[in-house]
C-alpha cells in the first residue's frame, strides 16, 4: 500500500491549490483519509478528514476555506485550499487511519498510512 501526495506548490495569498491523495497497492476503497499539516519549526496538526458517504470535518483553522472530497474510481482524496494564507505554508500529508483502507481481499487496513508530503508555500 502506497499513498502519494501531490499538488503542492508556491501560490499567492488568496490563491487556490487542490491537492491530490493518490491510494495504490493492494488497495479496493478508501474508508477513511485524514489531511495534516507540518508547518516550519511547528508540530503536525490534523487539517481535516474524510469518510466514505461524505462525512468531513475540518480544523477551525480551515473552515470554510479548505473542502474534502474523493474519487472512489481513482481510489483519491483531494484537499481544495481556497483563499489561502501565508499561515497555511507547511508540508501538508495524508494519512490513511487503522481501517482506513479497504484491501482487495476484503478486509480492512491493519496499519496507518502516510503519504510523503506535499509542500505548500504561500506568500504575502
Known amino acids: 500500500v502506497q499513498l502519494q501526495a501531490s499538488g503542492g506548490g508556491l501560490m499567492q495569498a488568496g490563491g487556490s491549490l487542490r491537492l491530490s491523495c493518490a491510494a495504490s497497492?493492494?488497495?479496493?476503497?478508501?474508508?477513511?483519509m485524514a489531511w495534516y499539516r507540518q508547518p516550519p519549526g511547528k508540530e503536525r496538526e490534523m487539517l481535516a478528514y474524510?469518510?466514505?458517504?461524505?462525512?468531513?470535518d475540518y480544523a477551525g483553522s480551515v473552515k470554510g476555506r479548505f473542502t474534502v472530497s474523493s474519487d472512489a474510481t481513482k481510489n483519491t482524496v483531494y484537499l481544495q485550499m481556497n483563499n489561502l494564507e501565508p499561515e497555511d505554508t507547511a508540508v501538508y500529508y495524508c494519512?490513511?487511519?487503522?481501517?482506513?483502507?479497504?484491501?482487495?481481499?476484503?478486509?480492512?487496513?491493519?496499519?496507518?498510512?502516510w503519504g510523503q508530503g506535499t509542500q505548500v508555500t504561500v506568500s504575502s
Open positions: 494519512k490513511a487511519p487503522l481501517a482506513g483502507l479497504t484491501l482487495q481481499s476484503g478486509s480492512y487496513s491493519t496499519d496507518e498510512y
Open positions: 497497492g493492494n488497495i479496493l476503497s478508501i474508508n477513511a
Open positions: 474524510f469518510i466514505s458517504g461524505g462525512r468531513t
